[in-house]
């Protein structure tokens, strides 16, 4: 189903019951994202939030991508399983072979519908450049300023249009763009994305790079920017599959390139590789934790256009879960085809949980017919595309596993030998990454939870009883560094301990797991935890989300061999906040995304004034204690 732009979408959640009118004046800076965050995070992510009394004339649009059924409205299907299955009977149908001149002539309706998809180019001036600013200025928009270190204000939805400049092929990316003057922004292109590959080209040519960003118009546009596409790809073409209408191009008026008739805003302008990087950021970003600032290019504005009843796009990222899970969702469903046909023809399900922020933690479901094929399957799936950032990946065989997650992760605890069943590899980390000891490089792990074929056993799996919650309380008397225990997956028969310590300066990981390994109760566990202290350890999403955040798995996680038929082997992962003092870490280590005390009791004391509905209290109470300092860098 096509939309007509944003406003035409905002009707609909409306009539959905998916929308919430904010009438009341609301700041741009800080306060809605306190407001968002509260909201995205309430069972099955809240509702779409449209900011009307903004400081600016436009209205703004939020969490509307946020929830399933919101993601499905945004792009026009019932089912994000009904895309995946349609993208999958396409790849089939195009593959089937073609022998006679009958079967090529039933493959015409096929290939007249693909065209039907293609992006049209079309003359004159389009919907979205019905008022022209001549003289830029991004403040008249409401841009967001999200997180109390953040660097300044960021637009972050935008789809970012640019062409390789030698092969004519479009990009059209999605890259975070700080507000650095009314005509100026940043242009934060990570070194493995498409729109920094084209700035290279354009680098040495000698060249002016021209660049127009769209925000808004129908939702599958936004969508498209996001998804993980092939380069000969355009992402206008899967727009258009998915709202079943070829998405009309008009030429930007001050540079060469084509957006979409319909957006709500385009800001026109240009990158000159030639001129000095600028300093970008902090930002709080979809890690759960800031990027720090860096070096990226400036983009100016040259001409800023809109439609009229333009409504401004914007997300909030941070702690998950988010908006962006349910992007992310979407991208599981719909990509899952593609793979399975073209490279892991073995691969049956994939899910990313929310808690590992799309690289962190991928759980990959196949059908296994030979000794060996997990292994294969993780490193087909580290080679293909951005699943080279993925830092653990978990493959299993079992039927439905995420339908219950409880008895997914206890079947995968007693399936595995870590000696035998878990992997290290090393390679490209997402720029994000904090946790690795160099930028952008890293270690991965693999786990192989699948059923064994006897090749593959090199000992068998210990059927050690898992011990009962009741013998750990006695670490925190007689191991000082110990602070929280959490056993409440041990009584459900998991055989995974979670321990938040406190580190100083003669911290020693290597001594902890002595003294914890003399204990018989933890001689019988396989998986033990480490967080930091300050961490709400009893919150088990927010142990997933910091544990796969903070570590690189080769330098973090230790296996110990079982000494005795007694005991199994086991896994210590040290998941804590890594320092120079305590670690040897010689990166900057960045905070927690929290909103500020003061932000915080403004929204408590205004909610029901706002019309939100019964109070939700700030979910940036819970990680508060994790921050060291007001920076985005922890002290």
Known sequence: MPYNGLSDFVGLL???????????GVETALEITEIVDRISKSPGGGKALLFENNGTAFPLLINAFGSESRICLALGHTSLNAIGAEIEELFKQLSSPAGNILDKLRLLPLLSKIASWMPKKKSGRGKCQEFIMNHPDLTQLPILTC?????????????????????????????????????????????????????QEYKKLCQRMPVSVVLGGDPAYTYAATAPLPDQIDEYMLA????????????CLTNDLEVPDD??????????????????G??????GFYSLADWYPKFHVTCITYRKGAVYPATIVGIPPQEDAYIGLATEKIFLAPMKLTLIPELKDLYL???????NLTLARIEKSYAGQALKTMNAMWGAGQMMFNKIMVVTDQENPWSDMEAFVRNLCNRIDPIQDI??????????????????????????????????LELSVSKIKVPESH?????????PVIKAIQTSLLDKGISILILGIKKDERFDLASLTELLLRDKAVQCVKFILLVDAALPVQNLDSVVWYVTGNIDPKRDCKIYEAKHASEVSHVVVDGTRKTLQSDHFQREWPNPVVSSLETILKVDNRWKELGLGAFIPSPSLLYYPLKRGEGAVSE
């Open 282 to 287: 902090p930002f709080g970003d979809h890690t």
């Open 14 to 24: 409306e009539r959905e019951n998916e929308l919430i009118r904010i009438t009341q």
């Open 240 to 251: 258009g599959f998915l709202r079943k209408k070829k998405v009309e191009l008009v030429k």
């Open 147 to 199: 997180w109390p270190a953040d660097g300044g204000p960021f637009i972050t939805l935008p789809g970012v249009v640019t062409r390789d400049p030698v092969t004519g092929t479009r990009n059209v990316g999605m890259y975070r763009m700080q507000i650095m003057g009314p005509d100026l922004t940043g242009m934060h292109w990570h070194k493995h994305k498409t729109g920094a590959r084209h700035y």
């Open 471 to 479: 013998g750990f309380n006695k670490l925190i008397q007689t191991i």
């Open 353 to 359: 949980p929310p808690e590992g922020v799309a690289h």
């Open 263 to 280: 957006a709500d805003f385009v800001l026109e302008g240009y990158v000159d590789p030639a001129e000095e990087l600028v300093w970008e």
């Open 423 to 456: 992997i290290f590899s090393s390679g490209p980390m997402d720029v994000l990454d904090h946790s690795s000891s160099k930028f952008a490089f890293g270690s991965k792990m693999g786990i192989d939870a699948t059923t064994k074929f006897p090749e593959e």
